[in-house]
């Protein structure tokens, strides 16, 4: 194996120091591969882990060999695995909305409730906005039991777009709840003129007020375990080639631009070095070449190297070969290890 080259930082911790790891890049690079086997590494060194898909179309499930749902499976010992599907999760997440509303929601109303709820299902950023609902929800709440919870993301565009959410999510959702207490405020000024004469001022709960209150609280939850060094980091997963590092370099700059730490830079398909032959040749050339970038372009992150093998990776025994391929500091054991 290529050795890994550690690079000058400022947190050079091992990723698996970390309780939520998210694994992300370019469509191909071989992600989800990366994914399952730090997954595994975590849990063979005693960690109660999580191993969580959130890819439109994962293969979390191809990979592992087993058929995996929305709630956790165990797959080892130690080591439980789901994906997310975004669209059963934004239906999901529409359905609550719909509850919450029609509870309120005068009779007379009740047709165009119906009406904007369902443009709002097919409205672009609907399975992002209930897909970050479900990951927070899962990092409050779901994944309190586990020491370690791993996110095999989607490509790097749609993964971005989601990691952003926090921000614009909590913003959104505070106009809404202003607004409602607003509207609460005039119904219960009518209330009691009306009361008054009735001989009826009493109080309801808001189920939508409250809904929105706690789905700001979630968001804020979420953030703040995103932009948390101390247990958050973003990996990127990338091969030597000239599309997948400006992919990368774009995305860095956006996760720093919201305050997410990004914890390493993992090359992945390297050529092996027994590799010969006058075409291998003139692609390591090149492939040394994109090193070079990759280093100068990602100095200040660590970049592990893993090599290009000679059959798919598939099952335990195969992620067992990522796994000895990884540098000897992510091998070695943990000081907080549970006991």
């Known amino acids: 194996m290529s050795g890994a080259n550690i690079a000058a930082t400022s947190d050079p911790r091992p990723l698996l120091d970390r309780r939520v790891l998210f694994f992300g890049g370019k469509g191909g690079v071989g992600k989800t591969t990366v994914t399952a086997a730090f997954s595994m590494l975590s849990a063979q060194r005693g960690f109660r882990t999580l191993l969580v898909s959130t890819d439109p179309a994962p293969s979390t499930g191809d990979i592992l060999e087993t058929e995996l749902t929305s709630s956790p499976k165990s797959i080892a010992t130690n080591l439980w695995a ?20 029609e509870a309120t929601t005068p009779p007379r109303l009740a047709a165009e409730v119906r009406r904007q709820i369902d443009i709002a299902r097919i409205s672009p950023g609907a399975e992002e906005s209930a ?4 990951l927070a929800r899962l ?3 779901e994944a309190v039991g586990f ?9 790097t565009g749609h993964t971005l777009h989601l990691l952003s959410l926090p921000e614009a999510m909590a913003s959104w959702v505070g106009g809404l709840i202003s607004r ?11 209330r009691n003129v009306a009361g008054a004469a009735a001989g009826d001022l009493k109080e309801t709960i808001d189920p939508v007020l409250e809904a929105l209150t706690q789905r700001r609280k979630r968001f804020e939850t979420a953030r703040r375990i995103l932009t948390d060094p101390k247990q958050t980091a973003f990996t990127f997963v990338l091969i030597p080639e000239r599309l997948p590092i400006l992919e990368t370099g774009r995305a860095l700059k ?6 997410i730490p990004v914890g390493a830079v993992i090359v992945n398909r390297m050529l092996p070095d027994h590799a010969d032959g006058d075409f291998v040749e003139r692609r390591r050339k090149r492939e040394g070449h994109y090193m070079e970038t990759i280093e100068k372009e990602f100095s200040d992150l660590p970049t592990y190297r893993l090599p290009l093998l000679a059959e ?5 025994a195969a992620l067992q070969q990522i796994i000895a391929l990884l540098p000897d500091h992510e091998l070695a054991e943990y000081a907080d290890k549970p006991h």
């Open 82 to 101: 789901m994906e997310i599907d975004p669209a059963k999760e934004a239906d999901r997440y529409i359905d609550e909305v719909r509850r919450n509303i």
């Open 131 to 134: 897909l970050f609902d479900r």
């Open 139 to 141: 990092l409050e709440e």
């Open 147 to 155: 020491d370690r919870v791993l996110f095999d993301t989607a490509p």
């Open 180 to 190: 409602r207490k607003k509207y609460n405020t005039l119904g219960r000024m009518w």
């Open 254 to 259: 956006v996760l720093r631009r919201y305050g």
């Open 312 to 316: 798919d990776v598939v099952g335990a």
